[in-house]
Each structure stands twice: as structure tokens, then as C-alpha cells.
């Protein structure tokens, strides 16, 4: 593994050099009633995964981690940690990217333009939580992955590595620079709520104001991607409708650069 990262007090580091998936050990962690801030790092995972089961590939050379949280409140607000997690890695390439684009994809990747007008995925979110009976949040559990020296091939939507952008960051950096960000943008979602970094957000989204193509489970709907509202529920600006439609749940395309790639 690379060197040690500089973390805040908040965290309580588990370093792995390799598990199944950190998501799996945070989540165990927190049933065996772990600290908030319980942070599950690993060089590699085995049966890493994204939203909806996906199969995320693993190799060393890349960041892997995942933090336990307790947030207070509804279950439902405790998924705004997304975009917060989002904005910590967007703006930690950012600084190591300083000539580039790097822009936050709904509901949680984050992305990187590229010369042509489109873009390539760099990192993904997964959010896992338990509830208690009365709807309020037990745990929350954030994996993150961010490549770093490599990037796999063929996927549906382009992605890249900080290697291949020309940036020799090291998986330690990397992970110092998110914790700080997130630890910040964690602290001011407590005391201020969700408004902040909506705006935040918003300033870095990719496709706002474009067409934009939302495929659900069983069907696809298109229109133009108006915003978030105040939940972080996707706007879908249909022709001839009244009011946009509130998505809470789908894969987001870009049909007018993505499909250039």
C-alpha cells in the first residue's frame, strides 16, 4: 500500500491491504456498534460494487474506501451525504486537475471533460443505511472509489484514471484530500442543511440546462435536466408538462457528449 494519509481526528482509520469490500466491512462494523467516523480503507477489493449490484473492478493502484456515519434525523435526508461526498472528490481532483473540468454526475459520480466536450467517469458513490423503527437513521455507510492509476475499459459510460489525465497523485493524497473535504462539507450539512450544497453541487453538475436521458428499471424517460429541488431529487423538464418530474431513482445520460466518446 502507499504511505499514510493525514487525517482529520474525526476518522478512525481500518487499513486493509485487501477485503471483500469495504462497504461490506463498514457495514459490519456498524452493527457491532463502531464510532461515527470509522473509516475502512483497502489496496484491493475482491467483490467491490457499485449502485444496483454492479461489479466494480478493484486493482491495486486505486482508492477504495468507505466511512461509517450516524447521522441525526429521517433516513430519507441522511442520503444527501451523496452529493457532499461527491463535492469532497470533486474538488480534491479539481486541485490536482487545475486546467480541467471536473463536474459531479446525478445521482453520484464524478466526472472529467475531455477535449471534446464529453466526459469520462473517475469515481462512484455507494450509500448504504439501516433505519431504526421509527424511520430515523442507525447507520450510514459511503464507499467511494476513485481511480487513480487505472481505469477499466468497455463500460457503458467512458471512464478514466488520474494517471491517464496526466497526474501522478498518489492513492494516499488522494485520500487525505477527500476525508478533509468531506469532513467540512459533513460538519456544515449538520449545521446548515441541505441548501449549500445544492448550490455547491449544482456549480459542478454536468448537464444542467441540456437534454439529458433518464433510464429507470423497467423504462426511459428524456427531457432536459432542470436541477435539483431541495431533497436532491433530479428535475426532468419534460416537453408540454406542467412541471418537471421529480426523479429520486435512475441512471442519468448525456446523450448530446457522452455517446461522442
Not at 18 to 39: F, K, V
Not at 95 to 118: F, M, Y
Not at 220 to 243: C, M, Q, R, Y
Amino acid at each position: 500500500m502507499t504511505g499514510s494519509p493525514a487525517l482529520d481526528p474525526f476518522y478512525r482509520l481500518v487499513r486493509l491491504d485487501e477485503t471483500a469490500s469495504t462497504n461490506d466491512d463498514a457495514r459490519r462494523l456498524a452493527g457491532e456498534g463502531a464510532t461515527e467516523g470509522t473509516l475502512v480503507w483497502a489496496d484491493r477489493q475482491t467483490a467491490g460494487r457499485g449502485r444496483r449490484g454492479r461489479r466494480w473492478e478493484s486493482p491495486a493502484g486505486n482508492l477504495y474506501m468507505s466511512v461509517l456515519l450516524r447521522p441525526e434525523g429521517p433516513l430519507a435526508r441522511a442520503g444527501q451525504v451523496g452529493f457532499l461526498a461527491a463535492l469532497a472528490i470533486a474538488e480534491t481532483l479539481a486541485s490536482l486537475l487545475p486546467n480541467r473540468r471536473v463536474a459531479c454526475k446525478w445521482p453520484n459520480d464524478v466526472l472529467i471533460a475531455d477535449e471534446t466536450g464529453g466526459y469520462r467517469k473517475v469515481a462512484g458513490l455507494l450509500l448504504e443505511s439501516e433505519a431504526r423503527a421509527d424511520g430515523t437513521a442507525e447507520w450510514l455507510v459511503v464507499g467511494l472509489g476513485v481511480n487513480v492509476a487505472s481505469h477499466p475499459e468497455g463500460v457503458e459510460f467512458p471512464a478514466t484514471s488520474l494517471t491517464a489525465e496526466d497526474t501522478s497523485a498518489d492513492v494516499a493524497e488522494v485520500l487525505s484530500g477527500v476525508t478533509a473535504h468531506f469532513c467540512a462539507w459533513y460538519r456544515r450539512w449538520q449545521a446548515e442543511g441541505f441548501a449549500p450544497v445544492r448550490q455547491a453541487w449544482l456549480a459542478r453538475a454536468a448537464g444542467v440546462g441540456g437534454p439529458v436521458r433518464v433510464r429507470f428499471e423497467t423504462h426511459t424517460e428524456e427531457g432536459v435536466f432542470a436541477g435539483l429541488d431541495g431533497e436532491g431529487a433530479l428535475l426532468l423538464h419534460k416537453p408540454g408538462a406542467a412541471a418537471p418530474l421529480r426523479v429520486t431513482a435512475g441512471d442519468l445520460f448525456f446523450p448530446a457528449v457522452t455517446e461522442k466518446a
